[in-house]
């Protein structure tokens, strides 16, 4: 009867183990080539993980800076939406920005003084509505590719994988500028 206890104990834990183990296995997301989808796998992870952390925050959360020289976490998602269509643009249409694209999405590009006193009253739900819409656009052009193209080279420096590699690290350094200015709101 021990044994027997033993062996359903060590089968228990063997599949429970495996099942933990399970949730954190990265596996390439279906209706893309397999390194394209895994890079959409981790793309679209930071960007939930991201909208978790945000999606609940009111205007003067979103619009918080804890100094001077700090972004707002709107700010901060702009910037992600900024980076992410102009690396659409560039990579998968092959093309520069317009005027118009510019205007629109260029403002997070990079986030100085005059773009953080433009990056003021709008709702959390504003910046990620437009994350929603430039994302959308990403996943449909990935789609078209596969992973010859994923390894080709933009250019004499980067290939397309690492340009698509820096979107998604770039996600990730901001989640954390993220956590900290969350972590530093007034209550």
């Not at 900024?82 to 403002?107: D, K, M, P």
């Not at 005059?114 to 994350?131: D, E, R, T, V």
Request: overall charge negative; charged content about 25%; proline content about 2%.
């Amino acid at each position: 009867m021990k044994t027997l206890k033993r062996k359903i104990t060590v089968l228990l834990l063997c599949l429970s183990f495996s099942w933990v183990n399970a949730q954190y296995e990265m596996k390439p997301v279906e209706g893309y080539s397999p390194q394209i989808g895994l890079m959409v796998y981790m793309l679209e992870d930071l960007k939930g993980r991201i909208t978790e952390q945000v999606k609940d925050l009111d205007q003067l959360q979103t619009d918080f800076m804890y100094d001077e020289d700090a972004n707002s976490i709107g700010a901060l998602i702009m910037h992600l939406v900024s980076t992410e269509a102009y690396y659409q643009i560039e990579t998968l249409s092959e093309l520069q920005w317009t005027a118009e694209e510019q205007e629109r999405w260029g403002i997070g590009g990079s986030l100085n003084e005059a773009s953080k006193k433009k990056l003021k009253g709008k709702p959390i739900q504003y910046y990620l509505g437009l994350w929603d819409e430039v994302r959308e656009k990403t996943l449909a052009g990935l789609k078209t590719k596969d992973d010859a193209w994923f390894a080709s080279n933009l250019d004499e420096e980067f290939n397309y994988h690492w340009v698509w590699y820096h979107v998604m690290e770039h996600s990730a350094n901001h989640m954390g500028q993220i956590g900290t200015v969350k972590n530093r709101l007034p209550e």
